[in-house]
């Protein structure tokens, strides 16, 4: 399985950025998808996922409201449409999957994210 990250940049607060994730190497079904962040000096956190034959997100509490994760099942990727940005989101986004009943196996590249004040 390999996952490719894109997307990140530079944006001003309360800007946007789509972040995709192209996936590779094997079908999906019973897979889920999500994204992480790790900022500076933090630990990893859990953002968001989908599960890639329902469709169905979950959201951490800081995500609610202004991210939204969503896949495209003929290009094989998921999404993360980040609105109202704020610097506190600045951080190392990484995409990852893994069969639902196994959690995370397989982890893509990072994509920075920076969000200025």
């Known amino acids: 399985v390999q996952l490719q990250a894109s997307g990140g940049g530079l944006v001003q607060a309360g800007g946007s950025l789509r972040l995709s994730c192209a996936a590779s190497?094997?079908?999906?079904?019973?897979?889920?998808m999500g994204w992480f962040r790790q900022a500076p000096g933090k630990e990893r956190e859990f953002v968001a996922r989908?599960?890639?034959?329902?469709?169905?997100?979950y959201y951490a509490d800081s995500a609610k409201g202004r991210f939204t994760i969503s896949r495209d099942i003929t290009k094989i990727t998921v999404y993360l449409q980040m609105n109202s940005l704020k610097p506190e989101d600045t951080a190392v986004y990484y995409c990852?999957?893994?069969?639902?009943?196994?959690?995370?196996?397989?982890w893509g590249q990072g994509t920075l994210v920076t969000v200025s004040s």
């Open positions: 990852a999957t893994g069969a639902i009943v196994k959690g995370y196996e397989f």
């Open positions: 190497g094997r079908t999906f079904s019973g897979y889920h």
């Open positions: 989908i599960t890639w034959s329902g469709g169905v997100t």
